[in-house]
């Protein structure tokens, strides 16, 4: 149990574009879910807690009106990285866990390696 | 401020006995998670302390020494699929989960 889906998998996207990435739940519901960026040869870095109806809480130095992030369900969180350039590109990782407020293991989804040209 | 350490790098036998240790100093703790990750794949849970003690899960052990704030995951009969980076996570007093930059565990024949 547990399952985290993320998509796409993978995207190539043109400087200036955006992207959209989705991370689900699928067999859970969740009312928080943590968006995570991880440049090569270097540790997750938290960018964003995403609430379920309210808004996203935001890590010193992310930018939340370039990294737009919407949870409209207890399921379905979205990131969606606005007019990208070369430097977002990176791996992003969506996780989620079914209890909040406590300690549980946090779920992650597949990731996301966004590269842009 | 808050900090994990652990080793950039290790590197050990197949077959052989590793241990990858992580230090932290945090404000509150809540417990501590082991996770691997193999390269370009999403980290998978493997372990969590949060009392003083052994947990063995198989090959591999973690312990826990909160007044030391140590712990260490221990790998018995390395295979090569072990190789992967290990990633060591503390739950601070608001839950929150403070990262260890990782340790790249190269596994040799």
């Known amino acids: 149990g547990a399952v985290v889906s993320q998509h796409p998998s993978w995207v190539i996207c043109k400087s200036g574009t955006s992207v959209k990435i989705e991370c689900r739940s699928l067999?859970?519901?969740?009312?928080?879910m943590f968006w995570y960026r991880q440049f090569p040869k270097q540790s997750l870095m938290l960018m964003a807690t995403s609430n379920e109806g309210s808004k996203a809480t935001y890590e010193q130095g992310v930018e939340k009106d370039k990294f737009l992030i919407n949870h409209a369900s207890l399921t379905l969180s979205t990131l969606t990285v606005t007019s990208a350039h070369p430097e977002d590109s990176s791996f992003y990782i969506c996780?989620?866990?079914?209890?909040?407020?406590?300690?549980?293991?946090?779920?992650f989804g597949n990731g996301t390696r966004l590269t842009v040209t | 401020g808050q900090n994990i350490d652990q080793p950039t790098e290790m590197t050990a036998t197949e077959g052989a006995i590793v241990q990858i240790n992580c230090t932290y100093q945090?404000?509150?703790?809540?417990?501590l998670f082991w996770y691997q990750q193999h390269a370009g794949e999403a980290p998978t849970f493997l372990s969590y302390?949060?009392l003083d003690g052994l947990e063995e899960k198989g090959r591999f052990s973690s312990f826990l020494s909160r007044s030391k704030g140590y712990s260490y995951l221990l790998l018995k009969e390395l295979q090569m699929k072990d190789s992967a980076s290990y990633l060591c996570a503390v739950s601070d007093s608001n839950y929150q989960l403070i990262w260890g930059a990782g340790t790249k565990l190269i596994i040799k024949p």
């Open positions: 067999d859970f519901q969740a009312t928080t």
């Open positions: 302390n949060v």
């Open positions: 945090t404000s509150g703790f809540n417990g």
């Open positions: 996780s989620a866990s079914p209890v909040t407020g406590d300690v549980s293991p946090l779920h």
